[in-house]
C-alpha cells in the first residue's frame, strides 16, 4: 500500500466516522474543512429533531463503530509495517552510502595507481629516446675511430721505412757515445773511491777527538753530582734550605728546619740562586717526642690545710706525668697548660694555690689562687706555663676546706703540653 492510499482511506474513515459523509444521513451537510471537529453539531440537531434515539440510527452508530475497529487495528498494522520498512530501507540506504564512500575511495586510489603509471612510463620513454641518441652517437664514434687507425697504420709503415735507413747511422754514433761515458766513468770511479777514503779516515779522527773532549766533560759533571748528591752532615738539624743543599739535597720541595727551637716548614726551591728566592716559610710544625695530657678528680671532701691536694680518681693521664698525689712532672720542655676548679662546703671558705718548683730549686712559686666563701661557692683558676724537663706543678690547700663527693665530682685538675721546646735527635 502506497502513501497516497494510506491518506486517501484514513480521509474517508474519519468523514464516515464523525459524518461527514452521507452515509444514512439525509441531514449531511459538508463542511469548509474536513479536518475539523464538526460531529458535536450533527448530535446537537439529531438531538433537537429525536432521530438520536432511533433504532436504526443506534444500530447505525454501532455498526460505524465496529468498523471503526477494525479500521483502527489496520491503521496500526500498516503503520507498524510501514515503521518497519522505512527502517529497513534507510539501513540499506546508509550501507550503500557506505559502499559508495568505499567505491569513490578506490577508484581516487586507482586513478593516483594510474598517474603515477604514466608518470613512470613517460620517464622510460625518455630513457629510452636517451639510450638511443648515445647508441648514434657511439656508433658514428666507432666508425671514425676505425678510419682514423687506418690512417695512423699507413703512417706508421712509411715512418718504418725511413727508420731503416737511418738506423745504421744512429747505431754509429750511439756506440761512440757510449764508449766516451764508460771511460768518463772509469775516471770518476777512481775520483770517488779516494774521496770516500779520504774522509771516511779523516772524520773517525775527528769523532775520536770529538769523544774524548765530550768524555772528560761527562766525567767533570758526573764528579760534580757525586760531590752534591754524596751523603753529608754538619752535625746538626737543618735550620735552613742553605744547610739542606749543603747536605745534597737538590729538588725543591717542602722540607722541615728547627728554628728558634721549633720545627718549622719551609719550601725550598734550589733553582734560585739568592736567598730570598731559596727559602718561603710556610709554617710551624706541632712536633712532639711524645703526647702529654691528665685529668683527675676527688670522690670526697679534703681539708688538711697547708698541703699538697690528692686526687683518687683518674680520667686520663697520657704520659704517666701526673701523680695521685696531686704532682705533675714535665717531661719535656715547653709551654703547658693547667686548670683546676671547684667548691667550698656550706659552713667553710676554700683557698687552693696552684704552685710550681724548678727542678733544680727546693722552694714552690705561686702562680695563681681558687677561691670560694662559705656557701657553697664555686673557685678555679687557669694558666700556661713554660717548663723545664723536670719542673713539678701542684694544688696546695691553704684555707678552710673542699667539699665533693662520688656524686658530684665537683673538684677537676687537668693539664697538657702545648708545645715542645727542645726535641730530641
Known amino acids: 500500500m502506497t502513501k497516497l492510499s494510506l491518506v486517501v482511506f484514513v480521509w474517508i474513515w474519519h468523514c464516515a466516522v464523525y459524518g461527514q459523509l452521507p452515509l444514512n444521513n439525509v441531514d449531511y451537510n459538508p463542511y469548509t474543512s474536513t479536518f475539523l471537529s464538526q460531529p458535536t453539531k450533527q448530535i446537537r440537531a439529531a438531538r433537537a429533531t429525536g ?8 444500530r447505525d ?26 527502517k529497513d530501507t534507510n539501513d540499506k540506504l546508509e550501507k550503500t552510502n557506505a559502499d559508495l564512500s568505499s567505491t569513490q575511495k578506490q577508484v581516487s586510489d586507482l586513478m593516483e595507481a594510474l598517474t603515477k603509471a604514466n608518470d613512470a612510463t613517460k620517464a622510460a620513454q625518455a630513457d629510452l629516446d636517451k639510450t638511443n ?58 775520483l770517488d773511491s779516494a774521496v770516500a777514503k779520504f774522509t771516511t779516515n779523516g772524520t773517525a779522527a775527528l769523532n775520536t777527538k770529538a769523544s774524548k773532549s765530550d768524555l772528560e766533560a761527562t766525567n767533570l759533571e758526573v764528579s760534580k753530582l757525586k760531590v752534591l748528591t754524596s751523603p753529608n752532615s754538619n752535625g746538626a738539624i737543618p735550620t735552613s734550605c742553605e744547610d739542606l743543599q749543603t747536605f745534597g739535597f737538590v729538588k725543591s720541595g717542602i722540607y722541615s728546619v728547627v728554628v728558634n727551637k721549633t720545627v718549622q716548614n719551609v719550601y725550598c726551591d734550589f733553582s734560585k740562586s739568592n736567598d730570598a728566592g731559596l727559602q718561603k716559610w710556610i709554617g710551624i710544625v706541632d712536633v712532639k717526642s711524645a703526647p702529654v695530657y691528665f685529668h683527675a678528680q676527688r670522690t670526697s671532701n679534703y681539708s688538711t690545710i697547708d698541703s699538697v691536694v690528692p686526687f683518687d680518681s683518674i680520667k686520663l693521664n697520657i704520659g704517666n706525668a701526673f701523680d695521685p698525689s696531686g704532682v705533675f712532672v714535665a717531661p719535656a720542655s715547653g709551654e703547658y697548660y693547667f686548670a683546676f676548679s671547684g667548691i667550698s662546703g656550706n659552713s667553710t671558705i676554700a683557698r687552693v694555690v696552684l704552685e710550681v718548683k724548678n727542678a733544680s730549686s727546693l722552694d714552690w712559686s705561686r702562680v ?16 700556661t706555663l713554660e717548663l723545664l724537663k723536670d719542673d713539678q706543678v701542684r694544688l696546695f690547700l691553704t684555707q678552710g676546706a673542699i667539699h665533693d663527693s662520688d656524686r658530684h665530682f665537683y673538684t677537676n685538675f687537668a693539664g697538657f703540653l702545648i708545645s715542645q721546646n727542645e726535641l730530641t735527635v
Not at 51 to 58: E, K, W, Y
Not at 158 to 187: I, R
Not at 368 to 383: D, I, R, V, W
Open 51 to 58: 432521530r438520536l434515539g432511533n433504532p436504526q440510527n443506534i
Open 368 to 383: 695563681g689562687e681558687g677561691y670560694g666563701n662559705n656557701k657553697f661557692n664555686t673557685f678555679a683558676y687557669h694558666a
Open 133 to 190: 641518441s648515445a647508441l648514434s652517437q657511439w656508433s658514428a664514434a666507432l666508425k671514425a675511430k676505425a678510419s682514423k687507425e687506418e690512417l695512423y697504420g699507413a703512417v706508421s709503415h712509411f715512418t718504418a721505412a725511413l727508420d731503416e735507413k737511418a738506423f745504421k747511422e744512429e747505431m754509429d754514433h750511439a756506440v761512440g757515445q757510449l764508449t766516451t761515458a764508460l771511460d768518463a766513468k772509469a775516471l770518476k770511479e777512481e
Open 61 to 86: 452508530a454501532l455498526s460505524l463503530s465496529a468498523i471503526s475497529l477494525q479500521l483502527n487495528k489496520q491503521i496500526e498494522a500498516t503503520t507498524a509495517s510501514l515503521a518497519s520498512q522505512l
